[in-house]
């Protein structure tokens, strides 16, 4: 199993997506799936979310992903690295401890 992230370009507000994010994992039950996400620091009206895909093809999103992917935001298709954004992001979210 390989971890990779996908960018998905957001509009409106963080936190909102960040809460319909985890209710959609927690739903779901995904948690071996979408481990952790993060989001870009200082997110204003258009800003970067990078979920943490854990899945067996490296930049391919597994199916029971796909539409709420689209519906969420505009998933871009090229995978990153988590040394690749690091600068550009805030502390980790974790859609477990999240709902706590």
């Known amino acids: 199993m390989e971890r990779w992230y996908l960018p998905i370009l ?6 909102i997506k960040v809460e319909q994010l985890t209710r959609y994992v927690q ?10 996400a ?12 990078f ?3 854990n899945s067996e093809i ?3 999103v597994p199916d029971k ?3 709420f992917l689209h519906q969420f935001g505009h998933p871009l298709s090229d995978a990153v690295k988590r040394e690749d954004i690091e600068r550009m992001v805030s502390g980790p979210i974790n859609p477990y401890d999240y709902a706590r």
């Open 38 to 49: 993060f989001v870009e620091r200082k997110p204003k009206g258009q800003f970067y979310l």
């Open 27 to 36: 739903q779901n039950q995904l948690f071996d799936l979408i481990p952790v």
């Open 51 to 53: 979920i943490a895909i």
């Open 10 to 15: 957001c509009h409106g507000r963080a936190h």
């Open 65 to 67: 992903l796909q539409s």
């Open 58 to 60: 490296n930049s391919q």
